[in-house]
């Protein structure tokens, strides 16, 4: 669901830490994505391969870790991971559980190519020249 | 952009350049970050659900399937706090304003958002609307979201509570097969319980079934057109506005 938007978030998520970095190439990105959000990661995936497009994320691979869903059942206390939203306790049927995580969608690691520190320093005077 | 390598240069200038001293001026990362692909919504939804609570309005958002009773429900409401409490409706759909002259026509303030073909709302087109409503005198907001049991379910609006409404018409086998709109509620309503002499529907499954999704989820059997369990309903969205304005 939404997928093609989510890739367009991710983008501009993404492009955002990329500049707050001045990164000048990116190799890969990296997405937790929640069991429990209903996002397919393989239409995400193939959503994100379009979103890049003339993008600095034209060539970094996306990859993408399902994050299952860790609840404890409240008649039992036995905590148990589900891949699935149907959270009925496997040692002892009930239900009622609370899961602790498998909500987010979220950018956890970039791998970049940012400058060297004198070369930083010598594009920052040349963007504070730029500015004046 | 490199002035020494080329590196960000089109393929063309790239090739015209010699590589041979790698790429000392740069060096490879790897950034652990924590940042939500739906961080824009989540921001804004903070900002409304803020905003509401400084002006002591609880605001509820409800979803359902088209036709499962959203506006009916807010009608009968609003019917039976009149006098008592002060409430402001944000209607949304695709087209027309039928839901916003519908709740106009009882007096109460109501905005109505068209979304074009978007089959959701979001925190910023809430956000735009509560600037169009009198909140300063209210005590509390519903907002009916898009018809549509797939798509509101991923999106904060900033409301107090998030609301599912599934009507006995629509059969008691739905709940499981739409968990992402009920992950997303604090509550679910059974609509049109006056027709249940007409229909084959057993109240008990959906309501375990919304247990099973959502551990904590709240369940009310009512009709709006009866009035029968309404009053439990709002009696708790009252509770629930206590506990927030105090």
Not at chain 1, 8 to 33: D, N, P, Y
Not at chain 2, 42 to 54: I, K, S, V, Y
Not at chain 2, 193 to 206: C, S
């Amino acid at each position: 669901m939404h997928e093609w938007s989510l890739a367009m978030s991710l983008i501009e998520e993404a492009g955002a830490e990329a500049r707050r970095r001045g990164a000048l190439k990116v190799h890969s990105i990296t997405v937790r994505v929640g069991a429990l959000t209903g996002v397919v990661p393989e239409l995400l995936g193939r959503a994100y391969e379009v979103a890049r497009t003339g993008t600095i994320f034209e060539g970094a691979d996306l990859h993408l870790h399902v994050e299952p869903a860790r609840a404890s059942c409240p008649t039992c206390g036995e905590e148990s991971e589900f891949d699935d939203f149907y959270l009925v306790c496997p040692s002892c049927g009930g239900i009622g559980l609370r899961p602790m995580s498998g909500e987010g969608l979220v950018l956890t690691r970039m791998d970049i190519e940012i400058p060297e520190e004198d070369e930083k320093n010598a594009t920052d005077a040349r963007r504070q020249g730029d500015d004046r | 952009m490199c002035e020494t390598c080329g590196c960000g240069l089109p393929e063309e200038a790239k090739q015209a350049h010699e590589h041979d001293h790698g790429h000392e001026h740069s060096h490879r990362e790897e950034a652990e970050l924590y940042r939500s692909l739906l961080a824009a919504n989540e921001a804004q939804a903070r900002e409304n659900r803020g905003h509401l609570m400084e002006h002591g309005v609880l605001a509820v958002n409800l979803m359902s399937s088209p036709g499962s009773g959203k506006t009916s429900l807010i009608e009968a409401v609003a019917k039976a706090v009149e006098g008592r409490l002060r409430i402001g409706v944000i209607e949304g759909d695709l087209a027309t304003d039928r839901d916003a002259a519908r709740i106009k026509a009882l007096g109460v303030p109501v905005w109505q958002i068209t979304t074009g073909s978007t089959c959701h709302l979001d925190a910023p087109m809430v956000h735009r609307a509560l600037h169009e409503l009198p909140l300063a005198g209210m005590d509390l907001l519903f907002v009916e979201n898009v018809g549509n049991l797939v798509c509101p379910g991923l999106y904060d609006l900033g409301c107090h509570l998030n609301g599912v409404l599934l009507s006995v018409t629509e059969g008691d086998d739905k709940v499981a097969k739409y968990p992402v709109v009920f992950r997303h509620a604090q509550f679910f309503c059974l609509t049109k319980t006056d027709l249940l002499p007409h229909v084959v529907f057993d109240a008990a499954k959906p309501k375990r079934e919304a247990r099973i999704l959502k551990g904590d989820i709240k369940t009310f059997e009512l009709s709006a057109r009866t009035g029968e369990g309404v009053g439990g309903f709002l009696a708790y969205l009252e509770s629930e506005r206590r506990a927030l304005v105090g």
